[in-house]
């Protein structure tokens, strides 16, 4: 049972306000947005910001805790490119990652912001091709790109993000047992990662290899086993930022789906991060997919935000 991918720019889209909370109203159409592909310039200036809403900002913090921890190269070649937008007094009002070749993952702004945002991203980077955020913030920033650069932009997955509620494990648990995977299982994660992929429709933002390596290091995959020792589901995890963890990739293969071992292993993943400390945790889901939209509900998320993913696609000249 694959879960959804890491959005934004690959499989890690941005998360939108959960019930009873509404994202600031951000920066004005007047705002300035500041680009910068120095890391630890945008973490001074935007970290405040983005750690105040953990949640509605949790693929910008995920994305770039990755680059500070493993290096700006993580996830490509290309220099990664940051940005704050902030009001007529100063104070940031909205963020955003991008890691070449992918989308800009694009934390929720006023629709003026995100259209600003687009305008600018044309001029610097016209070769983008698309942008993930919460569903309002992806439309208005594509639409903007649409009317600037006369390219057809087309909304692809819709993705709802979750917030974990309380802890309500389905039984009866299937028989097996959660173990961290370790370094003898890196063969096993990076060819189930790349499975998982293909399942989703969505290419790795990482070689499944250093994916793997990766999530080896903090602890980030757990197994489900059945009584014999076979592996028969993965669920994982991103490092803590601001508090907040969020579930990702679960993935059962196909041989050994519809018996619970990818709900045990959410569950299993789930209490890990409560008992290490994590204030909330998060996942996302592909609004499509009635199955997981469904189960993480019995295990007590609840939902807190729609998401959209636009791809662009330059016209050809006449």
Not at 137 to 152: I, K, L
Request: proline share 9%.
């Amino acid at each position: 049972m694959p879960n959804e991918p890491e959005p934004g720019p690959g499989p890690e889209s941005e998360p939108g306000p959960g019930p009873g909370v509404e994202p600031d109203p951000g920066p004005t159409e007047h705002s300035a947005w500041q680009l910068t592909t120095d890391l630890e310039r945008f973490l001074d200036r935007a970290e405040e910001f983005l750690h105040a809403e953990p949640a509605l900002h949790t693929v910008v913090l995920g994305v770039a805790e990755t680059l500070r921890v493993r290096g700006l190269r993580t996830y490509g070649d290309g220099a990664p490119l940051f940005g704050t937008c902030a009001d007529a007094d100063g104070a940031v009002r909205g963020a955003f990652v991008r890691t070449p070749p992918r989308r800009v993952a694009l934390g929720p702004v006023a629709p003026e912001a995100a259209a600003a945002l687009a305008r600018q991203f044309a001029e610097a980077v016209p070769d983008l091709p698309g942008v993930a955020s919460e569903q309002a913030t992806a439309e208005a920033f594509a639409r903007a790109w649409e009317a600037h650069t006369g390219a057809a932009v087309t909304l692809g997955k819709r993705q709802r993000l979750y917030r974990l509620g309380t802890l309500t494990p389905p039984g009866p648990a299937p028989a097996g047992r959660a173990r961290v995977a370790t370094a003898a299982d890196r063969g096993l994660l990076a060819r189930w990662h790349e499975e998982f992929g293909e399942a989703v429709g969505e290419r790795s933002v990482m070689e499944p290899g250093e994916w793997a390596d990766s999530r080896i290091a903090y602890g980030g995959a757990t197994l489900w086993e059945d009584p014999e020792g076979t592996p028969v589901a993965l669920a994982g995890a991103t490092r803590r930022v601001a508090g907040q963890v969020r579930v990702t990739p679960v993935y059962t293969p196909a041989a050994f789906r519809g018996r619970g071992y990818g709900g045990a292993a959410t569950v299993a993943v789930t209490r890990a991060a409560l008992d290490a400390g994590a204030s909330e945790v998060l996942l996302f889901t592909d609004l499509a997919n009635a199955t997981s939209n469904g189960l993480y509900r019995r295990i007590g998320y609840r939902p807190a935000g729609d998401h959209a993913q636009w791809d662009f696609t330059a016209t050809a000249a006449p």
